[in-house]
């Protein structure tokens, strides 16, 4: 790689590389949206290196190859990319999108320095990029979003053991060895990437950056002024909240399972969303009774409609498969924070988002299939109301303190500008540093 130590940010070109950015409706991209915009207006020269809308509400809004979004120039592939409905169709939206971006980026041609920045999205870019920045004599930043080839593995689609895995893990290993910055999104993904690596890997080049929301964007509102609770018939009875991604390592199944003893109940369950596993988590509802009276389920909801949807519950859920601790960390608990509600995270004692519920008392965990676990805290809550206001206060509270857009973006721009990082949240309740 090349010393660009003496290098300003003024003098350097950073290429942002997603498969996911606006129009698209993934939370990938709107993060990704966010950081774009968030540096440019904090005066890097930015370019973003993205695909054609394919995810939910984003898709079929194809766009052109060459546009400015919000000050950002925004680059495409030509190739139209399906939607996102099945695994196969997935796996050759990645491999086209993989092939084209790395294909495009090898040939580009610029009279100044590069450095690419790039998240795992897809899961087979971070290994193409670098081999371009290889190629290029690049340097790179990587930021974790999820780690490869881990998540498969856990999901039953690849097998530890098997070659592909084997090679897939040890390219990843190089890729991040490579790196000039890392990105994890929480403490134990960072110890899980740095296991990944090998003894011999300098940790120091590992900064933790939590994924955000918009502090403006979403803020608290009460069920009974709030146009959402009122339509949906969620202002009377006590309310618990999913709003997302419906995948396989959201462990839904818990909450359904203790959904099903409030029948008889004026406890209200709402699932807002699509995924590969909505399909299941329906089923069991139906199986249980429940569907339309204590389980409700809504599609994704519009841009406009998200600060009202967001906020119409007394509880927000926050759901992660056991396993998957350190490989993904769920960014609904940081809109769930935002929105100033208690939170329920069916988690492991252990992984970033039950450490960030205990830190700053911001609601209840339960470990997954812990059904009793789950039905205890909805009780507890519903006993003492004056507890759903103050977990909810606290969560506000710490999320204006830590969690905003504003903070995580500054500290992106600290970090590529290699100016010293603030301290960040880890383990325990007090703000210690986390490079």
Not at 66 to 90: C, D, G, H, T, Y
Not at 98 to 115: A, C, G, K, N, Y
Request: proline share 4%.
């Amino acid at each position: 790689m090349s010393d660009s130590a003496d290098t300003s940010a003024d003098d350097k070109e950073y290429i942002l590389v997603t498969e996911y950015f606006h129009p698209d409706t993934a939370s990938t991209g709107q993060l990704m949206t966010d950081l774009a915009t968030g540096l440019e207006e904090r005066g890097l020269d930015l370019t973003v290196y993205t695909g054609q809308p394919n995810y939910h509400s984003g898709e079929n809004q194809k766009q052109p190859t060459e546009s400015v979004f919000e000050n950002v120039l925004v680059k495409r592939i030509r190739a139209p990319q399906m939607r996102q409905s099945s695994l196969a169709r997935r796996l050759l939206n990645w491999a086209v999108f993989t092939v084209w971006m790395s294909v495009r980026l090898l040939v580009s041609q610029s009279d100044r320095e590069r450095e690419l920045i790039f998240v795992t999205c897809p899961p087979t870019l971070p290994v193409a990029m670098w081999m371009i920045c290889t190629l290029r004599d690049w340097e790179y930043t990587y930021i974790a979003y999820d780690l490869y080839p881990d998540e498969p593995v856990e999901l039953g689609y690849l097998n530890e053991e098997g070659l592909v895995h084997r090679l897939w893990e040890g390219l990843d290993a190089i890729a991040f060895e490579n790196a000039k910055r890392i990105v994890a999104l929480g403490p134990v993904m960072k110890d899980r990437i740095a296991a990944k690596t090998g003894p011999d890997f300098d940790r120091n080049k590992i900064h933790i950056i939590h994924n955000w929301e918009d502090e403006e964007f979403i803020e608290p509102k009460t069920k009974e002024e709030n146009w959402f609770s009122k339509e949906h018939d969620l202002v009377e009875p006590f309310t618990v909240l999913y709003s997302g991604n419906i995948a396989e390592f959201h462990n839904l199944e818990t909450l359904i399972k203790a959904a099903a003893k409030f029948d008889d109940e004026n406890v209200r369950f709402l699932i807002i969303g699509e995924g590969d596993n909505k399909e299941t988590i329906v089923s069991m509802a139906e199986e249980r009774g429940i569907r339309g009276d204590t389980v409700q389920f809504l599609p994704y909801q519009s841009w406009d409609d998200l600060p009202y949807s967001l906020t119409s519950a007394d509880v927000s859920v926050v759901a992660v498969n056991e396993g998957f601790e350190g490989i993904v960390v769920s960014s609904k608990i940081y809109t769930a924070m935002a929105a100033g509600m208690s939170i329920l995270g069916i988690t492991q004692p252990y992984d970033d988002e039950a450490t960030i519920i205990e830190t700053f008392d911001a609601g209840f965990h339960a470990e997954q299939g812990d059904v009793e676990g789950v039905v205890e805290a909805i009780e507890t809550w519903r006993e003492h109301p004056e507890l759903v206001d103050a977990q909810g206060q606290n969560a506000r509270a710490a999320f204006e303190e830590y969690f905003t857009k504003t903070q995580s973006i500054d500290r992106y721009y600290r970090m590529l500008t290699d100016e010293e990082i603030e301290a960040d949240v880890t383990r325990t309740a007090t703000v210690q540093a986390a490079t």
